[in-house]
């Protein structure tokens, strides 16, 4: 059963990886990469953000009022993009459309965010936050573990950090909701927990909302030792 299913994944990203686009996505020039040149620099300018939690901020402004008043467990957290046009509609397609070949160009992306590449960089691993096993049955494929196997080669882990039980599905919910539906949710695989004392983490995600998920990974990362964990995303909403 384990074998058809990875077979199954395997011919689900292999489909989507040969349907090389003649068009840009965005403004369907032709021919083109999937997001061309014009388009990436149109829609994924670089933009001040608060060094703890991503929100867009004030020129000069380092932190944000609420991340002052309650920073987060997480040391720093960094965004490639705003959770809007055309990132959103693309990451629908990359998520809930079983379009796995959108992982390329959307690591792309984030590498070439400034403040993405030093962080990779500086990580002893990069560890994609897990689905839970229902809903990567349901996907086929998770999408965070591509995009840190794209950004981060060999120091890609996703067999460290496990998602141990499901929860349900937070769009919609408050933040604190968020919080009691994933308390306990995530562990670190016993066998590897002590090859993550004292080592700096970058914790990936391709969208962060509340923070909520990324709050109750690095709970988890916390309790095994974790030195530095910084959270990276590639979309960042405008709701906190």
């Known amino acids: 059963m384990l074998f058809k299913a990875l077979q199954g994944i ?13 068009q840009c996505a965005v403004c369907h020039a032709w021919p ?47 965004a490639a ?12 397609d990359f998520k809930f459309r079983g379009d796995a070949g959108w992982a390329a160009t959307l690591a792309t992306l984030m590498r070439s965010t400034p403040w993405i590449e030093p962080a990779l960089d500086a990580a002893d691993r990069v560890l ?3 689905l839970s096993a229902q809903r ?15 950004l981060a080669g ?22 604190a909701q968020r919080l009691r539906n994933l308390n ?12 993550l004392r ?12 509340t923070g909520a998920t990324l709050h109750a990974a690095t709970q988890a990362l916390r309790e095994a030792g974790v030195a530095h964990i910084t959270a990276v995303v590639l979309a960042r909403t405008g709701i906190d």
């Open 10 to 22: 395997s011919h689900r990203v292999r489909s989507s990886a040969h349907r090389v686009p003649s």
């Open 32 to 78: 083109s990469q999937r997001v061309c040149n014009a388009c990436a620099a149109r829609f994924a300018q670089p933009a001040a953000r608060c060094q703890r939690c991503a929100l867009q901020v004030p020129q000069g402004v380092a932190v944000c009022g609420a991340c002052t008043l309650h920073p987060p467990l997480f040391d720093a957290c960094m």
């Open 81 to 92: 993009v705003d959770y809007a046009y055309p990132w959103s509609d693309i990451l629908g």
């Open 128 to 130: 994609p936050v897990p």
């Open 136 to 150: 990567l049955r349901e996907r086929g494929f998770n999408q965070s573990a591509l995009l840190a196997r794209q």
């Open 154 to 175: 060999p120091k890609a882990d996703a067999r460290t950090l496990l998602r141990i039980h499901a929860t349900e599905a937070q769009s919609g919910l408050p933040r």
């Open 184 to 195: 306990g949710a995530f562990a670190v695989e016993p066998a590897r927990a002590a090859a």
């Open 198 to 209: 004292g080592k700096r983490v970058v914790l990936l995600d391709d969208v962060m909302t």
